[in-house]
């Protein structure tokens, strides 16, 4: 009888949706490497509409519990029980805790555990958050994390041993290796005002994302009558009102452009036009961007904190995400300087083939192989 895993795939985008690109990348290289499991996979709505299964073995089945829901844990795990795998994965914490049967989960990190921001912030909401982490944590038959430093943080802060952790780095996708090469830039930034040269950030506006800081640090260099822009993508945030108050009592709207959610190609058009990709963090759990912008041919520079050093190496230029002045002397020194600019886009080229879905993929393939043959004994 094949073995069947069921995949919680609400998440599941080939969008630049983070945690939705990961589950995309992972589940594809399962169906195609793995064409004798059976496979349950549970979509969201939208997802669900337009998924062509790759062979006949991948199930599709609707999932329109919403992420962080009461229905996530209370009707979403009656549906996987249904269809009775053997295992499921989710790719995410947010293991319902009245699934009983054996599962595995990836944790990318514990942002909210640090930073818990400034949403659902209530009693219930933490107590929850802290009840549905330990239940995925202690109750997996294997954790996967896509860095050391979260691997670090599980042991430090919920007392996970190393040994049931496997580390897989995310891979790069195969549009930022190999772009097209008809990209839209000069329509793009035309379309949104952007003149060269410009710094480019990507990403949600959260507390732990620091852009109150990039945007001071930015603010500087402009004071000192350097010609450049700030790129900021991502929908503005009505939880954090100060980063376009900044703009707006600083009379910054022509220097810096938030230009929202843009469309792929037009994203692909701003990571190869811009100067340099800046990530000031204070926090993250892996940090793909910046590996998309050495893939592009773009220099980094990012925060010296929790995962970066680790994930970007010698490839980055680094500054303390706490010292403003040191992130605009380092934004400063990159932009000025052609021969650092040429340097580091040599070195990003050489990083980023330290990563690959294929091996993430695989390290997961094998993790399975591993509790299904002890389960078979």
């Known amino acids: 009888m094949a073995f069947h895993l069921a995949i919680d795939a609400r998440m599941y985008s080939s969008r630049f949706t983070g945690i939705g690109r990961y589950v995309h990348e992972i589940s594809k290289r399962i169906f195609s490497n793995r064409p004798d499991w059976k496979i349950s996979f549970f979509l969201a709505p939208k997802e669900y509409e337009s998924f062509i299964p790759p062979h006949k073995n991948v199930h599709p089945f609707l999932a ?151 945007l001071q640090s930015f603010h500087a260099l402009v004071r000192e009558g350097i010609s450049v822009q700030l790129v900021i993508t991502g929908n503005p945030d009505p939880y954090y009102p100060e980063i376009l108050k900044y703009i707006h009592d600083h009379s910054l709207e022509h220097s810096i452009k938030t230009v929202g959610l843009v469309e792929e190609d037009e994203l692909l058009s701003l990571y190869s036009s811009a100067s340099a990709y800046v990530f000031p963090s204070f926090y993250e759990g892996f940090g793909l961007p910046g590996l998309e912008a050495m893939a592009m041919g773009t220099p980094v520079i990012a925060s010296f904190s929790s995962c970066l050093p680790e994930i970007y190496g010698d490839a980055c230029l680094f500054f303390n995400p706490e010292d403003i002045h040191e992130m605009t002397e380092t934004m400063k020194n990159m932009l000025l300087s052609p021969d650092l600019q040429k340097n580091y886009i040599e070195k990003g080229k050489k990083h980023i083939q330290k990563f690959s879905w294929d091996t993430s993929a695989q390290g997961i393939i094998e993790e399975i192989e591993k509790i299904r043959q002890k389960n078979e004994k």
Do not use: C
Not at 85 to 106: R, S
Not at 188 to 204: A, D, H, R
């Open 64 to 214: 329109e519990e919403p992420i962080y829901s009461l229905s996530e844990q209370i009707s979403f795990p009656i549906k996987i029980l249904k269809k009775n795998p053997d295992l499921a994965w989710f790719p995410h914490f947010n293991v319902p805790i009245a699934y009983p049967k054996k599962f595995i989960v990836t944790i990318h990190d514990l942002t909210i555990s640090k930073y818990p921001g400034k949403k659902k912030t209530s009693l219930l909401h933490t107590m929850g958050y802290h009840a549905i982490l330990k239940n995925a944590l202690h109750r997996s038959q294997k954790i996967f994390t896509v860095s050391q430093n979260t691997q670090k943080d599980l042991r430090e802060m919920e007392g996970i041993p190393d040994s049931k952790i496997r580390v897989l780095y995310n891979g790069i996708g195969e549009e930022f290796l190999h772009p097209p090469k008809n990209l839209p830039i000069v329509q793009t930034l035309e379309k949104y005002k952007i003149q060269n040269p410009f710094f480019l950030y990507t990403g949600v506006w959260r507390e732990h994302k620091n852009l109150l800081n990039l």
